[in-house]
């Protein structure tokens, strides 16, 4: 694991090794704060090549609000999805309303298809911190990547359960 991973340490689960053979994947990801978003595709794309899947349709929308409405249009011509994007808190209860949306429609899109999506929204108090999760160079975690991984993972875990 590389050390832009992930910072949690021993608590984060090891989810290389996940075979994403075959699969077709969409990868959703917001337009807003393009440098940070930069590095979650890029984290993203890598997640998906290592676990052995060609090809990945990348989906651009607006913002993170966004997020949810494209899964859930996307959720049916795909075996899994990766949602991507960045919330950074301002001065406003804006931030608030974004994040428990994009969470909200995110999960129900999930559960009520039966999709795996890999969940890549950052929801972070300063640039800062999203740059330090995106997985650029100097970043310490790379949230894209998790996300990906995360997604190929659960559905293995699906389909050996039986379903």
């Keep these: 694991m590389s050390a832009r991973t992930s910072t949690t340490g021993d608590a984060a689960p090891d989810?290389?090794?996940?075979?994403?053979?075959?699969l077709r994947v969409a990868v959703i990801a917001s337009r807003w704060h393009s440098v940070v978003?930069?590095?979650?595709?890029?984290?993203?794309?890598?997640?998906?090549?290592?676990?052995?899947?060609?090809?990945?349709?990348?989906?651009?929308?607006?913002?993170?609000?966004e997020l949810p409405i494209a899964c859930s249009r996307l959720a049916g011509r795909f075996d899994i999805l990766?949602?991507?994007?960045?919330?950074?808190?301002g001065g406003t209860p804006h931030f608030d309303y974004v994040c428990d949306a994009?969470?909200?429609?995110?999960t129900q899109v999930s559960v009520s298809t039966g999709t795996p999506i890999g969940f890549g929204?950052?929801?972070?108090?300063?640039?800062?911190?999203?740059l330090d999760r995106a997985g650029l160079d100097g970043s310490h975690e790379d949230k894209g990547f998790e996300a990906a991984q995360a997604a190929v993972a659960t559905l293995a875990a699906i389909r050996a359960a039986g379903c």
């Design 15 to 22: 989810l290389h090794g996940a075979d994403g053979t075959g």
């Design 37 to 65: 978003m930069d590095g979650l595709v890029g984290g993203a794309l890598r997640g998906l090549a290592e676990a052995g899947v060609t090809d990945p349709e990348l989906v651009r929308v607006p913002g993170s609000f």
């Design 82 to 89: 990766v949602a991507l994007g960045v919330v950074i808190r």
């Design 102 to 106: 994009a969470t909200a429609g995110i």
């Design 121 to 130: 929204l950052l929801t972070c108090d300063d640039e800062a911190q999203a």
